[in-house]
C-alpha cells in the first residue's frame, strides 16, 4: 500500500515541518494523476468520486480537491504469473444464482481494524465490495485520456467499492475504486484514507458535518450583531473539526480529513450571512467511558477548524483557524467527555466576531497534536511512509488468453521433400513440426504436430499461439 499526498494537510507549515513532496510514497503522484484523482487536464472519468455527509447529502469530490489516496497493488509472486492477470469481476446472475468461480461478488476488501463512522452496529472492522449482494451496483466505468484516445477504447476499466450500509435513502457507501485490469484497488474516501495513515494516530473515522447560512441573531443572540462572516457573493468559507481529549494524548490525531465547504448566498445582501454548523448521529465508537470501557475512542474537547477564501480557490495549508466550541456542549457531556446525543443535540453558528477573534490568535498547527517531521529530519517517519496494507483481499484471478490462428496451406508440390538424413529419396515423408518465419527469415514459431502426419496432396494446418 502507499499513500501519496499532492497537498500539504490543513496545519502544516513548511517553515517547520517537511511537506507533501518529502513525504513517503510522493514517487506514486503519477499514478496517482493517471487514475484521474490529481489533475483534471489529462484525463476524464465517467463517474465521480464523492461521499454523503451526516445528513445524507451527497458531496462529490473534484480531481483537484482530493488531497490523498491510498493505492494498494497486487502484485503475484506465483511462478504461474499469467499474462492478463486480473481480479474476476462476472457480474452476478439472478437467473442463474450459483456460486461459480469468477462472480465480482466474490470480491471483498476487509479492513479488520477500521471503526467505520457509517457503520450501523458496534463491531469493529469492514467488509467493502463491488458487487455487494442484494444490490445492483457492479457497474464499469472507464478514465479516459483527454490527450492520447487510442488509450480510450474504452480506457481503463475500474469498479466502485462500496460498504453495505445504506442510509436513509437507501444509498450505500462508496470508499473508493478497483481497477481490476491493473490488480489495484483505490481508497479515495479522505476519511478512510486518513483511518489507514499510522501518521494520522487514529483508526476510526468521524463524518462530515452539514453546514448551511444562517441570518445572525436569528436563532442565537448572544453574538450581539447582525453582521454576517461573509462580505461578499463570491466567498467561501471551508470548515473542518477535530475531537480531541486533553487527558489522553492518545486521542490527539488528524483532524476530520474531509473539508466541508459553503459559499455564499448571492442573492442576501452581504454582511447578513453566518455559517451553521450541524452533526448527525455517525458518532457510533464515540464512548464516554472510553477511559474505564476500552472501546472505541472518547473526547473531552471540540474545535472547528475554519478558513474564508474568495473566489474559487482551495484552502491553504496555513491559512486555518482554530475556534474552540467545547463550552457549547457542556451541558450534554457524561463525566466531561462528548456524547453522540450532545454532538447531534447542538447547532453550532460560526459568526463573525468569533472568526475575527480566532484570527487575532495563532493559525491551527497540525503539530500541536501529532508528531509531524521537522524539516531536514529523516528520522521520523512521515505521512506517506505506509506500505502494508493491514487488511485482507478476496478475489477470484481470472486472465485474458489472446489467440492467434495463422492458416497454412500446402499445395500438391510443396514440402514433398525432407532434410531428415535418414530419409530416402522418393519415398514418402511425413509432416512433423511447422514453422513460422518473419520477413527477414528469422524463426519466431513453432509448432510440434501430436504425431507425424502423412504428407500427402492438399493440406490445411491452423498454427495457434496463445500469449
Known sequence: ????????????????????????????????????????????????????????????????????????HYTNQDIDNVYGEKFATIPFDPQNPTDSTGLARHFRLTLPTLMWHKSTGSSIGETFWIDPPDYDLCTPYYIKSKVNVDMNDPGIRYYHL?????????????????????????????????AMSNKSNRNWTIPAPKLSLLTPNTCFTNNGTATGIFSGATQKMYVSYRLDNTGNTFTNSLHCNYYSLISADS???????????????????????????LTGFSANSIKLICQLVNGDVEPSPIGWYPIDVTDEFASSMVNGYLTQSGLTGTTIQISLAEYQAAQTGNTYNLGDYIDLTPSNNTEILNFGDEFYFYGNLETDISATIYEMKYLITL?????????????????????????????????????????????????????????
Open 1 to 72: 500500500m502507499n499513500i501519496p499526498w499532492s497537498v500539504n494537510p490543513a496545519g502544516l507549515n513548511t517553515n517547520l515541518y517537511e511537506g507533501y513532496n518529502n513525504f513517503g510514497s510522493v514517487t506514486y503522484l503519477g499514478t496517482k494523476e493517471y487514475l484521474g484523482y490529481q489533475e483534471p487536464s489529462g484525463q476524464t472519468d465517467t463517474s465521480e468520486v464523492y461521499y454523503y455527509n451526516s445528513f445524507d447529502e451527497k458531496v462529490v469530490v473534484t480531481p483537484r480537491q482530493q488531497k490523498a489516496i491510498a493505492i494498494i
Open 267 to 293: 442573492s442576501v445582501t452581504a454582511n447578513t450571512q453566518n455559517v451553521a454548523v450541524r452533526f448527525g448521529a455517525e458518532f457510533p465508537f464515540l464512548n464516554p467511558g472510553f477511559e474505564t470501557n
Open 411 to 467: 499445395g500438391r508440390n510443396q514440402f514433398t521433400n525432407t532434410s531428415n538424413p535418414t530419409w530416402t529419396s522418393g519415398t514418402t515423408s511425413y509432416v512433423t513440426e511447422i514453422g513460422l518465419y518473419d520477413t527477414n527469415k528469422d524463426l519466431i514459431v513453432v509448432s510440434k504436430l501430436q504425431s507425424p502426419e502423412l504428407r500427402q496432396g492438399i493440406q490445411q494446418y491452423v498454427v495457434k499461439l496463445d500469449f
Open 162 to 194: 462500496w460498504d453495505t450500509n445504506p442510509d436513509d435513502n437507501g444509498n450505500l457507501n462508496r470508499i473508493g475504486k478497483v481497477f481490476p485490469d491493473q490488480q489495484t484497488v483505490i481508497i479515495d474516501d479522505e476519511e478512510v484514507v486518513a
